[in-house]
């Protein structure tokens, strides 16, 4: 994101203004998948040789989900307790530079002005954010353990997908409306899981995968 940052501020590249949102969106979720699925590739071709089921790949997706999100809950934790703490502070007191203490004044008092509901959309966002790690995880053991590397290709794809449409929409439809749409991405997803299910079971029924 440096370098790319860079060839446009010195103007070795340059793109229309209207096309900016759409052009950061696409690199933003082309780099998710390529540098995710990637090391779902890896983790399976190196780590998890013996890794071969579609149960198997369901369980590395929902640890990976779920350690991302346990991660990111610690985050909104800390979050709350600086917003709790700095809502009715001196924040010059607290070690605001104070040409700043304006602006994280209104970064708090936009916190606490937001709907209540708002609190709960993060939780769903990371129960469709796990759905996606379950349609990726099995998507990338298929294509390492049993030589479909087109399936690689097709997680680094919808991993883009989901993920640059999320970037583009926000500012069009809003937080709200985007949940609603990253919820029916959510649903593609599983969608996924349980038709690959069944490519696992023929697959074991017809050959033995090699070892990686």
Not at 15 to 25: E, K
Not at 143 to 160: G, N, Q, R, T
């Amino acid at each position: 994101m440096y370098g790319v940052s860079t060839l446009f501020n010195n103007n070795t590249f340059s793109i229309p203004d209207a096309w900016t949102r759409l052009f950061n969106s696409i690199i933003l979720g082309l780099l998710a998948g390529i540098f995710e699925e990637t090391a779902r590739w890896i983790l399976y071709k190196f780590s998890l040789k013996n890794v071969k089921t579609w149960s198997e790949g369901v369980l590395v997706g929902a640890g990976h989900g779920g350690v991302e999100s346990f991660i990111l809950g610690l985050l909104a934790i800390l979050t709350m307790v600086n917003m709790v703490v700095m809502r009715n502070a001196d924040l010059s007191a607290l070690g605001v530079p104070a040409d700043q203490v304006e602006l994280a004044r209104q970064q708090v008092d936009t916190f606490w002005s937001s709907p209540f509901y708002t609190g709960f959309l993060g939780g769903f966002e990371r129960i469709f954010a796990i759905c996606l790690h379950l349609s990726l995880s099995v998507m990338v053991l298929y294509s390492v353990a049993y030589k479909k590397p087109i399936w690689f290709w097709l997680a680094l794809l919808w991993h883009a997908i989901v993920d640059a449409s999320a970037v583009y929409l926000l500012p069009i439809v809003g937080v709200v409306a985007l949940e609603g749409i990253v919820g029916i991405f959510a649903l593609i997803s599983l969608w996924i899981v349980f038709t690959m299910r069944s490519r696992f079971v023929e697959s074991e029924s017809t050959s033995t995968p090699m070892e990686a």
